[in-house]
């Protein structure tokens, strides 16, 4: 779903539509559970801690001024009644068992494996404080939140919050390799926890850190470590348990008296018959209760997608700068003749290909008619925030500039996309003096390519997406909208209507001329150009949902 689409379902939960109460409780129960299941490690509180959340979003809904910030003031809730638990226990009830390891639930319902489920585990040897804010910067890598969210949640400035995560990240590469090393033969780990009770805790973790600070068969690793950041994208939020229970007819409030407040019956126990809460996968029952099931032959479940949230892509296992796309396939010849002339309009998509050789220079650029083409966003659109769009009519050529953040945010890089189509809309030619995975000489700021670096973290591309350059043009003969759908990684784009002589002199830059790299014409000056990986003429609720090959 789209922001949009929430919007308009929290004002009409707020001005009273139970319909709306129900799915807004449904669509982000899942979020609130992985949160704090998180942040408690599955402990026996994580039920009360869930519940308490959503009985005081419920309860105050209506004290919410801005719809758009939904989600920040929920994971705020959350947030506050975390540390609430944390202050309200008492000596005896800290040596408690976990209900369910959260860690372990994470590995085996979205089985997890390799550096992944090593992470998972790796939760466990982290501090409280560290924990929670695991489970906010866990979010935020996969796409579920932003920067801006976890800082208001933890109740700190971005600033500040940076340099939070970048701590609690060096604490996790360090319980990382404690996982790594319990794994592993060396004799004299064997005998350093010989009398430990197998429960992570601050003590052993010190003792063990410092055993691999100094123990030279322990200090190395079989494999090439993967960032955690790159680890987590794609593995976002644990479905909800079966069995689990959530009964908002509780806290103290009567079924009359919480209908009289606008609650929704359906979700107070008035139903006679159960429901299915669709987006929580739970059934809803008499009582209010959400109890999660699943059928007998069910496949293994897997991760449950908050709203919003698109599919996200694995990263590779590596340590070397991660591809961003499929293995590449040679480089497609741009005269006219690379392709058949019999290609109907819209049968030839963008595909994966291999950067040319910084001195190759491009081939010339076939002329197309240009009256020119207007945007809703003048001469120059900015757009920086998901959702963020922008219309363009006319005919001519059209200028998308690439300005990608994973110094703010790293993680999966969900691309933006054309929509309503009328007309025909053609890839160009690519230009900007570079493509974004290429090296940048110097590595500013942590930045080792465009894409990012090894001490920021890296922009991944969905798998078989083609690798932007720093300047994308594209033809348009007719109307089309422009979406920017970011979610995990950070990233803008800026759009510029602009003319055929520019698109030349662009790409005509090259080492030379003090750039990387030439730029590449795509355009056979035929039908057979190819059009945007995501495009379409619908106008689907939610851009981001366009298919990656979609047809034209």
Partial sequence: ???????????????????????????????????????????????????????????????????????????????????????????DRLEEAAASDFAELTVLRLQLEGQRREVAEAVRWLDDEDRHLLSLWWLE???????????????????????RVQRMKERLETARGIVRALDGPCPDLRELTGRWDGRPDSVWRKRLARHLRGCGHCGGTREAVVPAERLLVGIALVPLP???????????????????????????????????????????VAGGAYVVTQPPDAPPPRAAVAPTATARSAPPRTSAPPRTSAPPAPTPKSSPTATKKADAYGTVVDAVDRAPDPNARPAALPHRSESG??????PKAVMQHRGDSVTLTGQGYVLVRWQISPGSR??????????????????????????MDDPLPGAPNGYATGMGGPSIGYAVLPPGTQQMWQNEYFYLDGTVTLTQNERGCDYGLIVFPTNRDAVVEDI??????????????????????????????????????????SRV
């Avoid at 083409?373 to 003048?378: F, L």
């Avoid at 730029?519 to 619908?538: E, K, N």
């Fill in 508 to 549: 005509d830059q090259g080492p030379p001329q003090g750039a990387l790299r030439y730029g590449l014409v795509r355009d056979t000056g035929t039908d057979s150009a190819p059009v945007p990986q995501y495009v379409t003429r619908a106008a689907p609720a939610d851009p981001a949902t366009v298919p990656q090959r």
């Fill in 141 to 163: 890598v996969a796409g579920e939140l932003t920067r801006r969210e976890l800082a208001a949640a933890v109740g700190i400035t971005r600033q500040h919050a940076a340099v």
């Fill in 1 to 91: 779903m789209d922001s949009q689409h929430w919007r308009a379902v929290i004002t009409a939960a707020q001005a009273g539509d139970r319909r709306a109460l129900d799915e807004l409780v449904e669509g982000w129960l899942p979020l609130v559970y992985n949160i704090v299941g998180r942040a408690l490690n599955g402990h026996a509180d994580v039920d009360d801690v869930v519940q308490e959340t959503m009985l005081r979003a419920v309860g105050n809904l209506g004290s919410l001024r801005d719809p758009d910030s939904f989600r920040s003031w929920l994971v705020a809730i959350a947030m506050r009644q975390i540390r609430d638990r944390a202050r309200r226990r008492t000596p």
């Fill in 410 to 435: 790293p993680g999966a890089l969900v691309m933006p996309s054309w929509t309503g189509l009328k007309g025909r809309l053609f890839h160009v030619a690519s230009g900007g003096s570079r493509r």
């Fill in 242 to 284: 079966v069995g689990f229970t959530l009964s908002l007819a509780l806290g103290g409030k009567t079924a009359a008296a919480a209908t009289s407040a606008g609650w929704s019956a359906k979700l107070l126990g008035a139903l006679t018959k159960p429901a299915v809460a669709m987006t929580a996968g739970a059934t809803i």
């Fill in 373 to 378: 083409v207007t945007s809703t966003g003048g």
